[in-house]
């Protein structure tokens, strides 16, 4: 039996068999796609490590000398991005494949070929930006579960005066001062004063949720008047945006922007009221692992995919998302269960915003940055100074800590840094001015979290002596 099984084996058309072409082609492309989304998941994995490894130890260090842990998420990001020891870049900010320490890492270890290394670079960044857009989304829905509806819309005339305030202010005394003092033209100056005008809502609510003042008068204004700001910083950045792009403004696309960022905050505020039985009712009759948790993120990420689609951001549905479900009786238990999952994704956020900044541009000895460096320094006083007159714009009433919510206004983060991005990639900012609103943007980041638990600590010792009395 076994010769004529050998025999047989080797007759036609066993003996040099000749593959299709076809059927080789494809286990070829079916090998390498394997192979690169291999390495793609080794990159993210690394980055992960690497992104909660710089959040916990910069966190944990901020915390032992009494600064809110958020800033040490920052700083941990700046160590390990493109400032300091090139673990995590993004191409965006212009590095290549070979910058990145995690894809050499990958190509001494895994044998990741050079050829295959841009590609596997490109997508490894886009899967850690996508993970960071989630984490700002997940802490917008954390937020507006904090967030009390009814305080929002008691404080919504004060938080919309700060608002206006904040985003007229620094807009004209930078686009002004801009024009006239440094003598630089017309929309350069403009696209640098739009970017003064947003704040950054995810830094500052991560910090006024950990010195526990979220739920406070003042907090509330700054979440109110935050989120507005992000809806005016939509309008001002695509107003802008044409203006570069076609020389001109386009007063149909504002009123859209106006129209539909009005009538979506509203809207979904009053169909989530009407929606509020269904949902607690859907919840009570799940009887799977997680029906709470599951059903309310559908809910909220169906929000912020809505937002996204009529051009407005994200994490503004996410919040409103928030809002709504913190009326429902199941609050207290999704808050419990939202944290871990907050906990996982939101460091993603803060140490990308940190890796992205690229502190080099504060390098006097390089010329170019020598101009930037006055431009930034006129900058980031009036980025500080026009919000922080936020505050005192709100009359009669002198029980309110002021100095909090026009501090609690200065931050920019990755809002700024959108709009420098947008500048440059439209070719209106020279180097030199958009490296001033870079620093701008790393200056008010950095400096706000710790001054707001400065200007927080003294309201506090009042309060709980006039308690203890």
């Not at 493109?82 to 270890?109: K, R």
């Not at 809806?231 to 950045?237: E, H, Q």
């Amino acid at each position: 039996m076994t010769p004529n099984l050998i025999t047989w084996a080797n007759s036609p058309p066993f003996i040099n068999p000749q593959p299709l072409p076809w059927l080789s082609h494809h286990f070829l492309a079916t090998a390498e796609a394997a192979a690169d989304s291999s390495f793609i998941l080794a990159g993210v994995l690394l980055s992960l490590v690497l992104i909660y490894a710089a959040s916990k130890i910069g966190g944990e260090l901020c915390a032992r000398i009494n600064l809110p842990p958020v800033l040490g998420e920052l700083v941990g990001g700046v160590v390990i991005g493109v400032s300091a020891l090139h673990l995590l870049v993004f191409p965006e900010g212009g590095s290549q494949a070979g910058d990145s320490l995690i894809i050499q890492f990958l190509q001494l270890t895994d044998h990741l070929s050079p050829e295959d290394a841009g590609a596997v670079f490109t997508t490894q960044s886009e899967v850690i930006s996508v993970l960071s857009e989630i984490g700002v989304i997940l802490l917008l829905f954390e937020i507006g579960l904090e967030s009390e509806l009814q305080e929002l819309i008691r404080v919504g005339p004060q938080a919309a005066i700060v608002a206006v305030v904040g985003v007229v202010v620094p807009f004209v005394a930078g686009t002004t001062g801009l024009m006239f003092i440094f003598g630089i033209s017309a929309i350069p100056a403009i696209f640098a004063g739009a970017a003064l005008t947003a704040t950054s809502i995810g830094i500052t609510a991560k910090v006024l949720a950990e010195i526990g003042q979220l739920s406070s008068k003042e907090g509330q204004i700054i979440i109110g008047a935050a989120v507005l700001d992000d809806v005016l910083g939509i309008i001002v950045l695509a107003v802008v945006a044409s203006l570069v792009k076609t020389g001109e403004i386009q007063i149909t696309n504002i009123v859209y922007l106006i129209i539909s960022a009005g009538a979506f905050l509203v809207g979904a505020i009053l169909i989530g009221r009407l929606l509020k039985p269904f949902y607690t009712a859907l919840v009570d009759n799940l009887n799977t692992r997680g029906q709470l948790l599951i059903v309310s993120l559908i809910f909220a990420f169906t929000l912020s995919y809505i937002a996204a689609a009529i051009q407005l951001e994200a994490i503004l549905g996410a919040f409103a998302a928030g809002l709504i479900l913190a009326e429902t009786e199941k609050r207290k238990e999704l808050e419990e269960q939202v944290i871990p999952v907050a906990d996982i994704f939101v460091p993603i956020f803060f140490v990308v915003v940190g890796a992205r900044t690229d502190l080099s541009v504060l390098n006097p000895a390089i010329p170019a940055n020598r101009e930037g460096l006055i431009i930034a320094a006129f900058l980031i006083v009036v980025a500080i100074l026009g919000k922080v007159v936020t505050g005192f714009t709100l009359f009669g009433q002198p029980n309110l800590n002021k100095l909090a919510i026009g501090v609690g206004m200065i931050p920019r983060g990755e809002v700024g840094l959108v709009f420098a991005g947008v500048g440059a990639a439209s070719g209106a900012l020279s180097p030199a001015t958009e490296a001033a609103i870079i620093m701008m943007v790393i200056t008010t980041t950095f400096v706000a979290p710790p001054l707001l638990r400065v200007v927080f600590k003294e309201p506090q010792a009042v309060s709980g002596e006039s308690s203890e009395a």
